[in-house]
């Protein structure tokens, strides 16, 4: 088992492009979420999504799309990057309250 | 709105050392509580998770309690070794059942040689 894979690892992006955040998980998971990490901020929800089909806001949405293409996948868009964007973006999933189980995280670097 | 606090944000021990972690949390209306641990540059990794109805857990060196009502939980590490060196971050995931943890800001522990 792969467990949550997420791609690309790093990414510098200038202000105004656009890009796509891939994470895939293998363990049959209902749930996927997407979390990014900043120094002195902790971790915070940014999207999740609660079975295959469905998706929703969590506290930092603003500038985000995802989409969960099927069971497997949860992808996150960037459609006009910002500088505020730069930031460390974790991909995670889990079954029914259980442990949540996280990828290895893509830094992300807008200019 | 649930707001979780982890003190100390760092921490220095000598290898050997029994330590505890706290880990606060403003609304006892929680579902589980979970402790992962961060290596820099990497993922985070579940160490123990403690549903709402339980006290504690164990596994290995690491025991984690919880006490609802009081809004507390701390992680100890028996006889800490320099590869316990890493940051360590609790979250609880709210009695609404949708997966979502919110986080503190960790503690970073150094053990040392």
């Known amino acids: 088992n792969a467990g949550v894979t997420q791609t690309p690892k790093f990414q510098v992006l200038k202000t105004g492009q656009s890009m796509t955040l891939q994470c895939a998980q293998d363990?049959?998971?209902?749930?996927m979420y997407w979390y990014r990490q900043d120094p002195g901020m902790g971790l915070r929800l940014i999207y999740y999504?609660?079975?295959?089909?469905?998706?929703d806001k969590g506290e930092v949405p603003n500038g985000y799309n995802v989409s969960r293409l099927n069971k497997r996948e949860f992808s996150l868009r960037l459609e006009s990057a910002a500088p505020s964007q730069t930031s460390v973006y974790f991909c995670?999933?889990?079954?029914?309250?259980?442990?949540?189980?996280f990828g290895p995280g893509t830094r992300l670097t807008v200019l | 709105k649930q707001e979780v606090t982890q003190i100390p944000a760092a921490l220095s021990v000598p290898e050997g050392e029994n330590l505890v972690l706290n880990c606060s949390f403003t609304?006892?209306?929680?579902?589980?509580l979970q402790w992962f641990r961060q290596d820099p540059g990497k993922g985070l990794t579940s160490l123990l998770l403690?549903?709402?109805?339980?006290r504690e857990q164990t596994s290995g060196r690491l025991n984690a309690s919880l006490d609802k009502s009081s809004g507390r939980s701390t992680l100890y590490i028996a006889a800490s070794q320099p590869g316990d060196s890493a940051t360590y971050l609790c979250?609880?995931?709210?009695?609404?059942?949708?997966?979502?943890?919110?986080f503190g800001q960790g503690t970073t522990l150094q053990v040392k040689p």
């Open positions: 995670a999933s889990s079954q029914g309250g259980r442990i949540m189980f």
């Open positions: 363990m049959n998971h209902n749930s």
């Open positions: 999504s609660a079975s295959e089909g469905t998706t």
């Open positions: 609304d006892s209306a929680i579902y589980n």
């Open positions: 403690i549903q709402s109805s339980q």
């Open positions: 979250a609880v995931e709210d009695s609404s059942n949708t997966g979502k943890l919110i």
